[in-house]
């Protein structure tokens, strides 16, 4: 939610948290991400938790780009 070009939030997320998702436009699901989950449970859990802190990072500065 709040995050409609996955493509964009694809390349912010993996320069500023270190984890890589793939953008929904490329499955046709704009506005979603895919994650793979075959590692570690300790890495999994490690990515999960840096994949929701960019979300709201990520929502954070957009908001605040479009208040001016």
């Known amino acids: 939610v709040g995050i409609d070009d996955s493509a964009a939030f694809a390349r912010w997320l993996a320069d500023r948290a270190g984890v890589a998702v793939a953008p929904g436009e490329y499955f046709g699901a704009p506005g979603h991400v895919r994650i793979g989950f075959a590692c570690e449970a300790d890495v999994l859990d490690q990515g999960l938790r840096r994949l929701g802190e960019g979300m709201r990072d990520y929502r954070g500065t ?6 001016g």
Do not use: K, Q, T
Request: proline residues 0%.
């Open 62 to 67: 957009a908001r605040r780009s479009a208040a």
